[in-house]
């Protein structure tokens, strides 16, 4: 499967965004699909994830309550609402996807264990 992440841009602390990841294909919806993020000088980190159906996720403690990662299988498409972003959200966002969602969010937490990774997005937030 093929990733191509967009919807990155400026925005001042407190604001919206929303990513979107349009993926090539008809087994999009046999994927586990995720979010990461790397932002300057720093590991690419692990922010959220959604498995085949939507029906479960996984959130990173420092975006939850803020961030909300859902799929439409039909229009074969990941997004990422982000909402009342800070400085720190500030890095390139990566969509990825995975064979298997798994049973702890600790599988996402190893970036080797993505299957398939996006181009990635810009995000910068400032304050």
């Known amino acids: 499967v093929q990733l191509q992440a967009s919807g990155g841009g400026l925005v001042q602390a407190g604001g919206s965004l929303r990513l979107s990841c349009a993926a090539s294909?008809?087994?999009?919806?046999?994927?586990?699909m995720g979010w990461f993020r790397q932002a300057s000088g720093k590991e690419r980190e692990f922010v959220a994830a959604i498995n085949w159906s939507g029906g479960s996720t996984y959130y990173a403690d420092s975006v939850k309550g803020r961030f909300t990662i859902s799929r439409d299988n039909a229009k074969n498409t990941l997004y990422l609402q982000m909402n009342s972003l800070k400085p720190e959200d500030t890095a390139d966002y990566y969509c990825?996807?995975?064979?298997?969602?798994?049973?702890?969010?600790?599988?996402?937490?190893?970036?080797?264990?993505?299957?398939?990774w996006g181009k990635g997005t810009q995000v910068t937030v400032s304050s």
């Open positions: 990825a996807a995975r064979i298997t969602f798994g049973q702890n969010m600790g599988v996402w937490m190893a970036t080797s264990g993505v299957d398939y």
């Open positions: 294909g008809r087994t999009f919806s046999s994927y586990a």
